[in-house]
């Protein structure tokens, strides 16, 4: 049973759930908020986190957290959350590698992997109730409620993705890798025979993916028929 603690308000539920690992908080401790003044994303981005819109929270799992193990958690945490969506909404999700869950194309959520000293910090931040975006965003992200018409509670939401995480770290405990990848190249229409384009930092990768290997890296063949593993980067259709 997960210990839950609900702040009104954080700058963001990351350095909270920091802390806490820091002090020894068991595993499948959460830090959840209302909302977040500087809520993080991926590659130093901001997270949009006004209050009544999203769910936002940090869950502290103490898993065999060895740094080649952190690539699978985080595929198994796009599983978790993308089979929670569904279950409330009704709806199809995707998942684009790593671990943006995509509904009609657009993110829905996404998830911040970090690991402090031996835990795995898992935030995940889930838009259920945007009726509008920011203009800089409009074009790729998407709410519950644009696409359903219907409010979402941050708390039930919490409830249905808490259990399938604990589901994925046990199954990756106790199988190893190979199941977590196996279902994350199922899930995801961008694992296998995609043209995408990825933003490398300095260049930009173009090809088409090959599935996972046994890391949890993305497979990209390019054009000239090599191969290129992508350990990390912004994964785009390429059209
Ligand atoms: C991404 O860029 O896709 C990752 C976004 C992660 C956002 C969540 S919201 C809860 C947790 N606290 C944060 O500040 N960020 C993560």
């Known amino acids: 049973m997960s210990q839950i603690v609900w702040h009104e308000e954080l700058p963001s539920t990351m350095p909270e759930a920091a802390r806490w690992a820091n ?7 959460v830090v959840a908020a209302r909302k977040q003044t500087a809520g993080q994303g991926r590659h130093g ?3 949009e986190s006004e209050a009544g819109t999203g769910l936002y929270f940090t ?3 103490r898993v065999r957290a060895a740094a080649a193990d952190l690539p699978v958690i ?5 599983l978790a959350v993308a089979e929670a969506l569904t279950q409330v909404s009704g709806l199809a999700m995707d998942l684009r590698w790593p671990n943006d869950v995509l509904l009609d194309g657009r993110k829905v959520c996404g998830i911040l992997t970090q690991l402090e000293q031996s835990a795995v910090l898992a935030g995940i931040g889930v838009n259920l109730n945007q009726r509008e975006f920011p203009p800089e965003i409009a074009a790729v992200a998407t709410s519950l409620w644009l696409a359903c018409g219907r409010e979402f509670r941050a708390d039930e939401m919490l409830a249905e993705i808490l259990p399938r995480i604990d589901f994925y770290a046990a199954l990756l405990e106790r199988e190893g890798r190979q199941p977590i990848l196996r279902l994350f190249e199922r899930s995801s229409s961008y694992a296998m025979g995609r043209r995408v384009q990825v933003d490398l930092g300095g260049r930009v990768l173009q090809g088409v993916t090959d599935g996972l290997d046994e890391l949890g890296f993305l497979r990209v063949r390019k054009e000239d028929g090599t191969q290129e593993l992508v350990l990390a980067g912004g994964v785009r259709p390429w059209v």
């Open 23 to 29: 002090e020894g908080a068991p595993h499948g401790s």
């Open 45 to 47: 981005r901001r997270w």
């Open 59 to 61: 869950e502290i799992l």
């Open 74 to 78: 985080t595929l198994a945490l796009g």
